[in-house]
C-alpha cells in the first residue's frame, strides 16, 4: 500500500491567499484526520471525519478554515484567506475503524509557509 | 480534556545505551497509551501502544510500562542505534474515543 499520500509537500504563499491540501488515504481506512503541528501547539486535532461524514471540528481554529472529504478516497483542508500565524506541518491521517484506539497512519505532512 | 504532559523535552544518550522518555495524563478514564516516533521530514509513525488492562508491553528494544495509579507511562528504549534518533511522542484516549491528547514530544539523538 502507498500509505497516506499528501500535496502539496510544501506551500509558500502570501498572506490573503487561498490554500488547499489534499489528502488520499489509505483504501479501506474509514476514518481521516487532519492535524497541525507548530512548535508552540505541538500535534492539534483540526478535524475527523468517519465514513466521509465530519464529526468534530471543534479543532479548526477559525472560520478561515473549512474541510471536506467528497468521497473515501479524497479529502482537502482549505484555509482562505492565510494568514502568517497560519504557517505550520498539516498532516492527514487515517484509520480502520471509528476511533483513534487503533493504529493512525500520518501522510507525510504539507508544509505551508505563509509569508 | 486530557493533558499529556511529556519529559524530557530533548534526551542525548551515547550509541548503545538505554533511553526513557516519561508522560503523565490527567484523565484517570483513559485507556489506551500510544507512542510515535517521528523521523525528519516524515510524519509520526506508531511504534508501540498499551492499554490500560496490562502494566507492561515490549517489543524487540523497546518497552513501555504503565501505571494507571499515578498516570503516567513510559518509553524505555535499550541498546540505542542512530537510527533511533527521532522526535518521540506519548499520547493518551479513552477506549472508542477518536481524540488523541498528544505531549509536547522528545527529541533524542544518539550519539556514535
Known amino acids: 500500500d502507498a500509505g497516506v499520500i499528501q500535496s502539496p509537500r510544501h506551500e509558500v504563499t502570501e498572506m490573503g491567499q487561498e490554500v488547499t491540501l489534499r489528502c488520499k488515504p489509505i483504501s479501506g481506512h474509514n476514518s481521516l484526520f487532519w492535524y497541525r503541528q507548530t512548535m508552540m501547539r505541538g500535534l492539534e486535532l483540526l478535524i475527523y471525519?468517519?465514513?466521509?461524514?465530519?464529526?468534530?471540528d471543534s479543532g479548526m481554529p477559525e472560520d478561515r478554515f473549512s474541510a471536506k472529504m467528497p468521497n473515501a478516497s479524497f479529502s482537502t483542508l482549505k484555509i482562505q484567506p492565510s494568514e502568517p500565524r497560519d504557517s505550520a506541518v498539516y498532516f492527514c491521517?487515517?484509520?480502520?475503524?471509528?476511533?483513534?484506539?487503533?493504529?493512525?497512519?500520518f501522510g507525510e505532512g504539507s508544509r505551508l509557509t505563509v509569508l | 480534556g486530557e493533558n499529556v504532559e511529556q519529559h524530557p523535552s530533548t534526551l542525548s544518550v551515547q550509541e548503545g545505551d538505554s533511553a526513557v522518555i516519561k508522560c503523565t495524563y490527567s484523565?484517570?478514564?483513559?485507556?489506551?497509551f500510544p507512542w510515535y516516533k517521528q523521523e525528519l521530514g516524515k510524519g509520526p509513525q506508531l511504534i508501540i501502544d498499551i492499554r490500560s488492562n496490562v502494566g507492561e508491553k515490549k517489543d524487540q528494544r523497546i518497552a513501555v510500562t504503565l501505571n494507571k495509579t499515578a498516570k503516567h507511562f513510559s518509553l524505555h528504549i535499550t541498546e540505542t542505534q542512530p537510527e533511533d534518533s527521532a522526535v518521540y511522542f506519548c499520547?493518551?484516549?479513552?477506549?472508542?474515543?477518536?481524540?488523541?491528547?498528544f505531549g509536547a514530544g522528545t527529541t533524542v539523538t544518539v550519539r556514535a
Open positions: 499520547a493518551a484516549s479513552m477506549r472508542d474515543d477518536y481524540k488523541l491528547s
Open positions: 491521517a487515517s484509520s480502520l475503524g471509528q476511533g483513534s484506539t487503533g493504529e493512525l497512519f
Open positions: 471525519f468517519n465514513n466521509n461524514v465530519p464529526i468534530d
Open positions: 484523565d484517570s478514564a483513559s485507556n489506551y
